[in-house]
């Protein structure tokens, strides 16, 4: 088991940059046995896949509407992993979530992939 906690959220002009954490508490085995993700849900929208990476870094995926502007990344020592967002648009205004899953089987752009989810953390982009 592991438990989220994700900080770094809040409201940000068009343009602008934020860095989201996740903090990661593991039980029974190793926060570095986990691959992550961010996910993000809009007002009336399904959440949504951002950005994922491997349990090593050697690994990283985006979606279409936020690669080459956010960047993932974990450092195993600290439990922790990030999400830098630059370039910021009104659009990616939602709450983002941080998630685990247990093992490398399944589809990482999917929700039900992931066992265990944050509370998330609100960013809102105004223009």
């Known amino acids: 088991q592991v438990q989220l906690v994700e900080s770094g959220g809040g409201l940000v002009q068009a343009g602008g940059s934020l860095r989201l954490s996740c903090a990661a508490s593991?039980?029974?085995?190793?926060?570095?046995?986990?691959?992550m993700a961010w996910f993000r849900q809009a007002p009336g929208k399904e959440r949504e896949f951002a950005a994922g990476?491997?349990?090593?870094?050697?690994?990283?995926f985006y979606s279409e509407s936020v690669k080459g502007r956010f960047t993932i990344s974990r450092d195993n020592a600290k439990n922790t992993v990030y999400l830098q967002m630059n370039s910021l648009r009104p659009e990616d205004t939602a709450v983002y979530y941080c998630?685990?899953?247990?093992?490398?089987?399944?589809?990482?752009?999917?929700?039900?992939?992931?066992?265990?989810w944050g509370q998330g953390t609100q960013v809102t982009v105004v223009s």
């Open positions: 998630a685990a899953r247990e093992d490398y089987r399944g589809n990482y752009r999917y929700t039900e992939t992931y066992a265990y």
């Open positions: 990476i491997t349990w090593s870094n050697s690994h990283t």
């Open positions: 593991p039980s029974g085995r190793s926060f570095e046995d986990y691959p």
